[in-house]
Structures are given as structure tokens and as C-alpha cells.
């Protein structure tokens, strides 16, 4: 089974703290995601990662960054975490197969609270 | 990325059959039509996944008309344990997984 972990359930951080959301695949994807889930606005896509060290701006970018040293990682950054960032965090990843399925297989995700 | 169009909610009670449409006016013709489903405090789970006619797996159907502008998601008997969001998203072929999703539509099952 794929498996994709999250580094926390549950984060609760102070404003203007750096903030960083671990995500790890064990299945070897290609692609790697981040995305916050907010009711009333579904699932809203941060960043996206197609490759080791390549990384692409999702919807909302703003206030956050990533990294993608290794092939299994990708990690969410809040260089200066603010209220309006408290969220559910959903990592997810896909293979680059090029076929017709290209199934994402999702974290459990992060609830981070910034108080 | 075409936009998709589905209730907000939806109930029902167990044994029926759900059927829940999506409508999804401009797609373009290497888009596929893909579900997912979310329970609470979960990452959404890949369902089923279409490109016209009808495909079918252990979970469930997808129905897609000929013209493509709308699908039909459907879950034979269901059950208290289908209670979840359900995402319909149009995917756009090879394009590296990326996806767009909507609100949702929330199912309730009750006894």
C-alpha cells in the first residue's frame, strides 16, 4: 500500500514562528503536493513538486515555501507563521506515469493552529 | 481548468442507491473525470476515474454521457460508513496529477 506520512496530527504555533510541515512517500512519486483545506473553500493547492529540487507555485503561494531535497520528502514552510494560516495541511503524492490514472494518495494532514 | 458543478448535500438512508451529478460544462477532450471521497479528518481517497461511457469498480460507477458535460457518480446500498465529501474534478490528462477541487457534496447516510 502507499503509504504518506505527515510529520504532526496536530501543531500549535505562535505567530511570526517558523513553521515547517514534514511530508514523506514511500512509493517513489514523482510528484509531491501541498495543499490547506479551510471550510467553505475546499482544497486550495500551495505548491507542487514534479522533481527532486523543482518546485511550482499552486494557487496560493503566498506566505509559505517549500523544499524537495530527496526524492521521498517534501516539506511546507511558513517563514513567519500568521493567524490567518490556521489550517488542515494535506500533503499529497502521484507517479508520472503518464497513463490514465493519475490517482493522488493523500496524507492524514497537519491541523496547525497559530495562536 | 474546467470548472465542475455539484450539491452541496445530499442524504440518504442505508441500503439506497446514491446517485450524485456533476456537471462540468467546458471540459476539453483530454480531460478525465475523476471522484474522491473524504471523511472527516482524513486526506481525500481516490474513488474511480472516467473518460466517457460508464466505468465500474468494487466501490462504485461512473456514468459520463456523450457529451461529456456531466457525470454521475453512483454508490449501490449504502451505508453509514459511506458518510464523507464526496469530489468530483476534471483531470487533465499527463498533465502531472494537478488538481482543482470544488466544494464537494456531503453525504449523509443515516439508519
Known amino acids: 500500500d502507499v503509504k504518506v506520512t505527515q510529520s504532526s496530527r496536530y501543531l500549535v504555533k505562535r505567530t511570526g514562528e517558523k513553521v515547517f510541515l514534514e511530508c514523506v512517500q514511500d512509493?517513489?512519486?514523482?510528484?509531491m503536493f501541498w495543499y490547506r483545506q479551510d471550510p467553505g473553500l475546499g482544497l486550495r493547492l500551495i505548491y507542487f513538486s514534479y522533481d527532486v529540487k523543482m518546485k511550482e507555485k499552486g494557487d496560493i503561494p503566498e506566505g509559505y515555501s517549500v523544499s524537495r531535497e530527496k526524492k521521498e520528502r517534501f516539506s511546507l514552510i511558513l517563514e513567519s507563521a500568521s493567524t490567518n494560516q490556521t489550517s488542515m495541511y494535506l500533503c499529497a503524492s502521484t507517479t508520472l506515469t503518464g497513463g490514465a490514472s493519475e490517482e493522488q494518495y493523500f496524507g492524514p494532514g497537519t491541523r496547525l493552529t497559530v495562536t | 481548468l474546467a470548472k465542475t458543478t455539484q450539491p452541496i448535500s445530499m442524504d440518504s438512508y442505508e441500503g439506497q442507491e446514491v446517485n450524485i451529478t456533476c456537471s462540468h460544462n467546458?471540459?476539453?477532450?483530454?480531460?478525465?473525470i475523476t471522484w474522491y471521497q473524504q471523511f472527516p479528518s482524513q486526506g481525500p481517497r481516490f474513488i474511480i476515474q472516467?473518460?466517457?461511457t460508464k466505468v465500474t469498480n468494487e466501490v462504485a460507477s461512473l456514468f459520463i454521457p456523450a457529451d461529456r458535460k456531466s457525470s454521475t457518480l453512483s454508490l449501490p446500498r449504502v451505508s453509514l460508513s459511506d458518510t464523507a465529501v464526496y469530489y468530483c474534478?476534471?483531470?487533465?490528462?499527463?498533465?502531472?496529477?494537478?488538481?482543482?477541487f470544488g466544494q464537494g457534496t456531503e453525504l449523509s447516510v443515516k439508519p
Open positions: 467546458n471540459i476539453a477532450t483530454n480531460d478525465y
Open positions: 474534478l476534471v483531470v487533465i490528462y499527463n498533465q502531472g496529477g494537478k488538481l482543482i
Open positions: 472516467g473518460y466517457k
Open positions: 512509493m517513489d512519486h514523482e510528484n
